[in-house]
């Protein structure tokens, strides 16, 4: 049966009560906004402000509605997509439209916390915003007198991430990372890199409404929601394009594929070597394209030539014929064809030459640079508003990583953990910390190494929205304002035509006693005697003047939220043009002289992991359509969809146990880890037998998120076995194995 389009943006949203990616409202059900017997408001009573979403990373532009209650007060009352942004189209998903949810949430954090309890407990005092920033001001000048101001370290996330790293350098320290490099993209980028002198970045530049072949390794389009994908993959089977998908889980996207590969976990660098094996053989590569763009051909074919399917096959579980029959479907839609980069590349410790494996492969094909295949996006660049010049610090993020992870681009988390733990010898130390928009007790593995870094340091402040497991180990927490109240920086992301997209408030002032983060970030700026890094008095200041300068103005951008600019460079690299790559070599480098140089392998190696124990089953994770991870577990209307994760399990392996659908189980890992809640099994053909699934972000453990605590299991626990990728530090978190506990084990929970 032929899939369309209206089929795959429905199956997306299985499970979210049939909310898809659409213009209407989640509204008319918002505790305290409508009573009963009110209408919902139309659009010609409703004030309109532009958005940029905050719930994912996509940064979807779009608009706020608000309308007038009973007594007279504006209430938010929904949000849509931005007919004229390239990255929502006009169309958000579930979650972007129920980030409402997070205005509404009765246990967001409203006034300013210092701690009056021990660590992880949750016990706080509130107090006003001067006692709060005077004792943050007051304990970052102690600590960079007593270790140096690099002893101050930064981790933060999404849009309030630059304001801090603003505050962080001009204090003058630059120990800065972000999750979402070492625990997520950085391998691909660097792989990328390596291979066409470009990284991915987001969105990721993959035409896929114009592909006649997919790839999806590992890839969940339909279930991570990354919007324009989702789109654009529907438009795609529309017109005919055929989708691979290589999964050892039969994921919404394998349900609507022409091939589904349930590939035995950890080998995917033998499959991709195996089709490079039979591209180069047959002589299915795009030969012209090699030739003229390529370095390192030769090296490459003598470097697959014993890769055969039947050597696969004894690796993946994926027969010989079919490795072939996929290979052959790829190269006769080349290059209009799309081996997808994927996005959460952490697994297995090989992840950067994983990358590279994929990277190589469309090159083959030759499908970077071309229709249907990877094209070359383009950004909008806003200039810096003019202020004093950083301080240079005695040492930063690089001084203590690109000595072992040497092609590490930006701060990685670990090194920093690793760096403020009390058994750290070294004369650089982590004593203090910001967590910004993260909660890194869930993000990063081990947890038990990342709580011990953070009762080791001498100040931890977090900034966030809500009461996450992070809150609990801070000694001050500040309520930062929602998106949905307050002015960003604006989106410069990425995409086919360059743009800008402008977030502003749409309430005249945050809930409670919450602030924007650029406000949080200027007010310590101010204590710590920064004046000459904020010579403004607020964002809208600094935002009328970057778009001046780009021939707009604030008040333009209120008005239509979206300007794109015309696109500067090509699109697609012209027919039979000769084109210069950011490489060693200055061509596409299938044998990488970047990696060689550094000591590394410069052509893919297949590695053997460990299989899994016995009675133990590899952990696989993801997502659902309706949330980001555990950001929006408690958000009320999304939560409503989705309250707490299944554990996929194969019905072989609930025989073998005497599982029943729906039975509660608690999770026990290869170190003896349990999860502190059980979580229910969902028996399913659509799981191997050698691993289970479990969504991630559930599982919460702090009551005061009222809606999250106790439900479900979380994944976070379980990952303690980190397999470090040599090239970039990045933490692999695939090889951990887990077995079932058919009642409560005796163990305490928070």
């Known amino acids: ?377 383009e950004k909008k660049r806003l200039p810096k508003f003019p202020h004093a010049e950083y301080e240079e610090p005695k040492w930063t993020w690089k001084t203590i990583t690109r000595n072992k992870y040497k092609l590490a681009p930006l701060g990685v988390t670990n090194v920093l953990i690793d760096y403020a733990l009390p058994e750290n010898k070294s004369d650089k130390k982590i004593k203090g910390c910001f967590i910004t928009a993260t909660n890194i007790v869930k993000s990063i593995p081990d947890q038990k190494k990342t709580i011990r870094a953070l009762d080791n340091m001498e100040l931890v402040v977090v900034v966030d929205t809500m009461p996450t497991e992070i809150t609990g180990y801070a000694d001050v927490v500040l309520p930062e304002a929602v998106y949905l109240e307050r002015y960003d920086y604006a989106r410069t992301n990425q995409h086919r035509k360059p743009n800008i997209a402008l977030r502003m408030p749409a309430v005249d002032k945050p809930a409670g006693n919450s602030k924007p983060g650029w406000w949080i970030a200027r007010e310590i700026g101010l204590k710590l005697g920064l004046e000459e890094y904020f010579p403004w008095k607020n964002i809208e200041e600094v935002l009328d003047w970057q778009f001046k300068k780009v021939g707009t103005s604030l008040e333009e951008m209120k008005k239509i939220g979206v300007k794109e600019f015309e696109k500067e460079d090509y699109l697609y690299i012209p027919d039979g043009a000769d084109w210069e790559f950011n490489t060693p070599s200055g061509k596409i480098e299938l044998f990488s002289n970047l990696l060689a140089a550094e000591g590394y392998d410069g052509l893919p190696k297949f590695t053997e992991h460990k299989q899994n124990p016995q009675g133990f089953y590899r952990l696989i994770y993801g997502r659902v359509p309706m949330h980001t991870f555990g950001r929006t577990v408690n958000n009320p209307y999304l939560n409503d969809l989705r309250s707490e994760n299944h554990l996929w399990v194969n019905p072989k392996v609930a025989e073998d146990w005497g599982i029943e659908n729906e039975q509660e189980v608690w999770l026990e890992n290869q170190d003896g880890i349990i999860t502190d809640f059980p979580v229910k099994v969902r028996i399913t053909q659509r799981i191997n037998t050698d691993a289970v699934y479990l969504p991630h972000g559930f599982g919460g453990d702090n009551k005061k998120m009222t809606r999250a605590f106790g439900k479900g299991a979380s994944d976070s626990e379980l990952i303690t076995n980190i397999k470090i990728d040599k090239e970039t530090g990045a933490t692999g978190m695939r090889e951990n194995f887990v077995t079932f506990l058919l009642e409560k084990p005796d163990k305490e929970t928070t």
């Open 1 to 377: 049966m032929k899939t369309t389009r209206r089929d795959f943006i429905k199956i997306t949203s299985m499970g979210v009560g049939g909310l898809a990616l659409s213009m209407s409202p989640v509204l008319g059900w918002v505790p305290g906004f409508l009573e009963d017997d009110e209408q919902i408001p139309d659009d010609s009573k409703a004030q309109r402000y532009p958005t940029v979403c905050e719930v994912c990373f996509w940064k979807c532009a779009g608009w706020i509605y608000t309308v007038k209650d009973k007594e007279g007060k504006e209430k938010i009352w929904k949000i849509v997509g931005n007919e004229n942004d390239q990255h929502s189209r006009g169309r958000l998903c579930p979650r972007g439209t129920g980030g409402i949810g997070m205005y509404y949430d009765k246990d967001r954090l409203l006034n300013p916390l210092i701690r009056v309890g021990k660590p992880g407990k949750q016990t706080f005092k509130e107090v006003s915003w001067e006692e709060a920033l005077s004792f943050i001001a007051d304990k970052m000048k102690e600590i960079g007198n007593k270790y140096g101001k690099e002893s101050m370290a930064l981790f933060h996330h999404g849009t309030t991430g630059p304001h801090f790293e603003h505050l962080f350098k001009a204090f003058g320290s630059d120990s800065i990372a972000e999750p979402a490099i070492a625990q997520c993209l950085v391998p691909r980028e660097v792989g990328f890199k390596a291979t066409f002198g470009k990284g991915v970045s987001s969105p990721e530049p993959t035409d896929i409404r114009n592909t006649r072949c997919l790839v999806l390794i590992g890839n969940h389009l339909g279930e991570n929601m990354h919007n324009g994908h989702v789109q654009e993959m529907s438009e795609a089977i529309d017109n005919g394009a055929t989708i691979i998908t290589v999964d050892p889980r039969f994921s919404t996207a394998a349900s609507k594929s022409k091939f589904w590969l349930p590939i035995k976990p950890a080998t995917d660098i033998a499959l991709l070597l195996a089709w490079m094996n039979v591209i180069i053989k047959e002589k299915l590569y795009d030969k012209q394209y090699v030739e003229k763009y390529t370095y390192g051909f030769d090296l490459l074919k003598s470097h697959v030539k014993n890769f055969t399917p039947e050597w696969a096959y004894t690796k993946t579980g994926i027969k010989p014929d079919i490795i072939r029959e996929t290979a052959y479907t790829m190269a006769g839609a080349a290059p209009a064809v799309i081996i997808h980069p994927g996005r959460h590349t952490v697994w297995y410790g090989d992840d950067t030459q994983r990358s590279r494996a994929i990277a190589i492969l469309n090159a083959l094909l030759g499908s970077y640079g071309r229709k249907g295949g990877i094209y070359f996006p």
